[in-house]
């Protein structure tokens, strides 16, 4: 499998709030332990509160702004923030801008896991 | 811990080729799973011939341009590039300029693991 992949050659899948893209993965390179993903927070779009029982995130914002929410507590972020959730910590990203998409490098360690609703 | 990290409110160190910042690691926000760092290789600098034996590692190019070369393939780097080596894999990553960084996002699972000069 490739071991280096383009962002701009990989498509957008669209879910829920926005818009997203594997980009190393399983399925992509193998990794075994890592997934990397650009995601794309829509205008007004909010990834509603979730946690990952077993799985580590970090968001790397990229451009846009708007608001992460751990375990109750708010931040706001934009360009150069770089959020961290813990395994099992229920969280919220939103994008608070009517006009621009809030557009993060998404990290996961392990690579999958479930996606709890609390 | 703070949750939030701001990329500019991190210092550089500096390393044999160039500089680095630890964003996302155990010491600064209690990460078991991962590490997010930001590196810029500097102009003509080579972060040489080395193996990590049980860490895989990303490198997502922010800006500059250079050459991953990993188990022997070498690939021309830039913005939107992004690396993936798997763990025990040896790897080269080069910066060609003479008056640019190269500037990525390194991520590393787990967090901590040796350098092997191979």
Same mark, same amino acid.
């Given at each position: ?34 997934? *990397?993903? +650009?995601?794309?927070?829509? &205008?007004?779009? %909010?990834?509603? /509160? ?7 995130? =970090? !968001? ?22 770089? *959020?961290? +959730?813990?395994?099992?910590? &229920?969280?919220? %990203?939103?994008? /608070? ?7 993060? =490098? !998404? ?12």
């Amino acid at each position: 499998m490739s071991k280096i992949v383009q962002v701009d050659e990989v498509e957008y899948e669209e879910v829920e709030w926005g818009l997203t893209k594997e980009l190393i993965a399983p399925q992509t390179v193998g990794s075994k332990k890592i997934k *990397v993903k +650009i995601t794309e927070y829509l &205008p007004g779009h %909010t990834h509603k /509160l979730h946690m990952h029982p077993n799985q580590e995130e =970090v !968001i790397f914002v990229l451009s846009g702004k708007g608001i992460a929410e751990i375990q109750g507590e708010r931040g706001e972020i934009g360009p150069g923030s770089v *959020v961290f +959730i813990s395994a099992g910590e &229920p969280h919220i %990203t939103s994008n /608070l801008s009517q006009s621009e998409s809030l557009k993060a =490098v !998404i990290i996961k360690a392990p690579p999958n896991d479930e996606e709890v609703q609390t």
